[in-house]
Structures are given as structure tokens and as C-alpha cells.
């Protein structure tokens, strides 16, 4: 059993690997071979997206902030696969639906938004409606919009953390406004600073990957 599940880590590194190089180099169709073949071994949507694309774009990210590679590559990376995301949307959408609504988009002044577009889905594979307002949306079009589709949940992205300010901004708008709404928070920003600032989010709920965000929307489902 264990030589079987070191088999599939490795090819799913090998997998994970061909796909960074293939981002890099700007193929998208050699990214979008290697994501049918991932899926051929293992069905899961979560998996590809936790263990091929989340793990990639973060390497991407970090390439970029120690100048290895420029601007276009990275936007050209992030383009490739969000492209790829929206060729799986008709894999992710179940038939039952639980007639529960979310609203995902980025911090303010936030450009990444191939995470938050991962979230939407995880969302919609549990049968909620996620309204996906991406990046560049401006605090007061947020919360007018929260006004008119009256979600029961908004989710909240943080790419880079040289704008969590803008979230700290974000967050007290939102929780003046909708002090009984729950909010959800997640980003690359968090993964090597949560213990320094999570005083600081107040009452939004930090979950860590697309797995915690499963369990956390059946627990949720489970109470409909």
C-alpha cells in the first residue's frame, strides 16, 4: 500500500513539474494535456486543483518576487490556467443544488484572481450559487453589490501580502455593513504569516486550502 501511494505522489510531482515548466515556457496546450492526463489517473477537480495548479501558481508567485522571471510570464502563467479552470467548469457544476448563494472577488487593488476563482467553484461543486467578481472590484461596488444578491457567506482573496491593508480596510466596511454576514479569508499572502496577524481579522474565518473550504461548506450543507 505504501509503495502504491508513493507512486502517485510521484507522478503527481512529475505531473506538477512538467506543468510549471509548460507555464513557463507559455503552452498552453501542453498545460491543458497534462491536466487530461492528471484527471485520467485521479478524477478528483480539488486535487488537480491543490496539487497541480495551486502548487505551480504559488512557485510562479515566488519566482516572480525574487525577479526570476517578469511580469508577462507570470500574467501569461496565470492566464494559461485560468483558461484551463473555465474548460473544467462543466465537470464542476452538480445537479442538486442547495439554493445557498456566496459572493468571492479579491482585496481591493488585488490583480491575482485565479484563487478566489478556484474557491467559486469549490462552492459550486457543493451546490451553492458563487457569484465570481474576480479582481479589481472597488469596496463600494462590493458591498452594493452584497446588497442587492443578499448572499448567506462572501469569500474573501489575499495574493500578495503587501496589500493586506486593503483587507483590513475591506473587512471593516464589511463587517459595518453586514455584521451578521460570515466571511471567509484565504490567499498565498497567509501561508507564512497567519500567527502574526490573525488577531487582526476579527471575526473572518481563515481556511487554509480548498480541503478545509470542502469540509467547512458540508458542515455548512449538512445543517440545511
Known amino acids: 500500500m505504501l509503495n502504491i501511494l508513493l507512486m502517485i505522489n510521484n507522478s503527481t510531482e512529475i505531473l506538477a513539474h512538467d506543468y510549471l515548466g509548460n507555464l513557463l515556457k507559455g503552452n498552453r496546450s501542453n498545460c491543458s494535456t497534462i491536466t487530461k492526463q492528471y484527471l485520467e489517473s485521479n478524477p478528483s477537480i480539488i486535487d488537480l486543483y491543490e496539487n497541480i495548479f495551486k502548487v505551480?501558481?504559488?512557485?510562479?508567485?515566488?519566482?516572480?518576487?525574487?525577479?526570476?522571471?517578469?511580469?508577462?510570464t507570470e500574467h501569461l502563467a496565470t492566464a494559461i490556467t485560468e483558461g484551463i479552470l473555465n474548460e473544467l467548469f462543466e465537470q464542476v457544476i452538480p445537479k442538486i443544488r442547495c439554493d445557498k448563494k456566496v459572493v468571492v472577488a479579491c482585496v481591493e487593488n488585488e490583480q491575482h484572481q485565479v484563487g478566489i476563482k478556484m474557491?467559486?467553484?469549490?462552492?459550486?461543486m457543493n451546490g451553492w450559487d458563487s457569484y465570481f467578481l474576480g479582481s479589481g472590484i472597488p469596496?463600494?461596488?462590493?458591498?452594493?453589490?452584497?446588497?442587492?444578491i443578499k448572499p448567506d457567506l462572501i469569500a474573501i482573496s489575499l495574493s500578495v501580502y503587501f496589500n493586506f491593508n486593503n483587507l483590513m480596510k475591506m473587512l471593516e466596511i464589511l463587517n459595518g455593513e453586514?455584521?451578521?454576514?460570515?466571511?471567509?479569508?484565504?490567499?498565498?499572502?497567509?501561508?507564512?504569516?497567519?500567527?502574526?496577524?490573525?488577531?487582526?481579522?476579527?471575526?473572518?474565518?481563515?481556511v487554509p486550502d480548498l480541503y478545509a473550504?470542502?469540509?467547512f461548506i458540508e458542515s455548512l450543507n449538512s445543517k440545511f
Open 139 to 148: 469596496n463600494t461596488e462590493f458591498v452594493r453589490y452584497i446588497h442587492e
Open 178 to 206: 453586514f455584521p451578521d454576514l460570515p466571511i471567509l479569508v484565504g490567499g498565498q499572502a497567509f501561508k507564512n504569516v497567519l500567527v502574526a496577524i490573525h488577531d487582526r481579522l476579527g471575526g473572518a474565518i481563515f
Open 56 to 72: 505551480s501558481l504559488y512557485e510562479v508567485g515566488r519566482l516572480w518576487e525574487i525577479n526570476k522571471i517578469g511580469v508577462a
Open 213 to 215: 473550504l470542502k469540509f
Open 119 to 124: 474557491v467559486a467553484d469549490v462552492f459550486e
